[in-house]
């Protein structure tokens, strides 16, 4: 069956533009997570989606960046004015539920993000 | 709070010899754990999954990893490494009360030497 699937899977950008990336979880998963990933790192995560619940927002970074989610299934995450520092692979991933549940993330390929 | 250690960011072992990734945890309730891999320039996948049944769980591959309540641990082990199994290893956590999150370590690499 069709998993999760990322665009774009490669972006450069320059610095200060905004970026868009997007995420199609499986369907009928109704958890959606958003990881960043830096060379050599671990998983960094950014926000959290379940259900029509108010999203988890506690680990984006700044205000520069924000998620949504329509339609509890497509998510975007923005970035707006982006920064070198911004550059990674941008993880989303998707299950059947959320934090404080047996059932395990599946993963996208990731979109990686350059800002030169 | 909860967190997650993974003892050597860098592992290395010869093909055939034994492979031990170790994940300690920190939780005041059982939680659930798992381990993901993540070969080179993919994405990750899981291994394995521990949910309170069986303390030994074995996962694809021929990895297995055993849940020890009393040490707090739940390490990673394959008897015989292979080439193929060079990769990034991640154990994580998800608390069993509440929680939003899953909790990754912050990563294993491990090499295999011909």
């Known amino acids: 069956g069709a998993g999760v699937s990322q665009s774009p899977s490669n972006k450069v950008t320059e610095k200060g533009k905004d970026v868009e990336l997007r995420c199609d979880p499986i369907?009928?998963?109704?958890?959606l997570y958003w990881y960043r990933q830096s060379l050599g790192q671990g998983l960094e995560f950014l926000i959290y989606?379940?259900?029509?619940?108010?999203?988890?927002k506690s680990g984006l970074p700044s205000d520069r960046f924000s998620a949504e989610r329509t339609g509890g299934s497509v998510s975007t995450l923005t970035i707006q004015r982006t920064q070198q520092e911004d550059s990674a692979v941008y993880l989303c991933?998707?299950?059947?539920?959320?934090?404080?549940?047996?059932?395990?993330?599946?993963f996208g390929p990731g979109t990686r993000l350059t800002v030169t | 709070a909860q967190s997650v250690t993974q003892l050597g960011s860098h592992v290395s072992v010869s093909e055939g010899a034994l492979v031990l990734l170790r994940c300690n945890y920190s939780?005041?309730?059982?939680?659930?754990l798992f381990w993901y891999v993540q070969y080179p320039n993919q994405g990750l996948q899981l291994l394995l999954k521990?949910?309170?049944?069986?303390?030994l769980v074995k996962g694809i591959n021929g990895f297995e990893a055993e849940f020890k309540k009393s040490e707090t641990s739940f390490h990673l082990t394959k008897p015989s490494a292979h080439m193929s199994d060079a990769a990034e290893y991640f154990c994580?956590?998800?608390?069993?009360?509440?929680?939003?999150?899953?909790?990754f370590g912050t990563g294993t690499s491990l090499t295999v030497i011909p």
């Open positions: 991933a998707s299950s059947h539920r959320g934090g404080g549940s047996s059932y395990e993330q599946y």
């Open positions: 369907s009928g998963h109704t958890a």
């Open positions: 989606f379940q259900g029509n619940s108010a999203p988890d």
């Open positions: 939780s005041s309730v059982p939680p659930y």
């Open positions: 521990y949910t309170s049944a069986a303390t």
């Open positions: 994580a956590v998800s608390e069993t009360n509440t929680g939003n999150q899953f909790y």
